[in-house]
């Protein structure tokens, strides 16, 4: 095995839960985070250019699956059958299934991860203003199918760290 493939296998075997997981918050379900997580490896360890650590390999991932998700078009994923659970993190899953996959990412990079507009146009090579109009669309989804959500337009586009290192070394 290359030095790539030491990379990849070093890579996933550190940070692997870690990057589907992420995937799964991005796009929604298993068929279109594996997809999200073949295609940043592809994107990550096919270049030429070997990542230097396992964090730094996930953090190539991260972001390629960042840049990846804000861009899909695909329609919504319909929501897994009811549970009977209303606890607060059931409601806000099943929300985030109700949004297009473009808006979920911006929402799972704006809350999940905490990040401000400006970091996450940084993050995923979006404008600015696409960002505030995507997370703009995004809460009037929320509010218009779960009034009682709690989330804010002013909150998604101001709130939020501005960096996103704190952010990639959790991962």
Do not use: C, N
């Not at 075997?13 to 592809?42: C, K, M, N, P, Y």
């Not at 390999?57 to 009977?84: E, F, H, I, N």
């Amino acid at each position: 095995m290359g030095r790539w493939g030491r990379a990849l296998d070093a890579t996933m075997r550190e940070h692997g839960e870690a990057i589907f997981a992420h995937a799964r918050a991005l796009a929604g379900d298993d068929e279109s985070a594996t997809a999200l997580v073949e295609d940043a490896l592809v994107d990550t360890f096919s270049r030429g250019h070997v990542p230097e650590s396992p964090a730094a390999g996930s953090r190539a991932m991260m972001q390629t699956m960042r840049r990846a998700a804000v861009r899909a078009t695909a329609p919504p994923v319909p929501p897994p059958p009811p549970d009977g659970r209303t606890d607060a993190s059931s409601l806000a899953r099943e929300a985030l299934t109700a949004l297009p996959r473009h808006e979920r990412a911006l929402v799972v990079l704006r809350y999940g991860e905490g990040l401000a507009v400006e970091a996450i146009a940084e993050e995923t090579g979006l404008k600015e203003r696409d960002v505030r109009e995507g997370l703009s669309r995004a809460v009037a989804l929320l509010l218009s199918a779960y009034p009682g959500i709690g989330v804010t337009v002013e909150d998604a586009l101001e709130g939020g760290m501005l960096e996103t290192a704190s952010v990639e070394e959790a991962w």
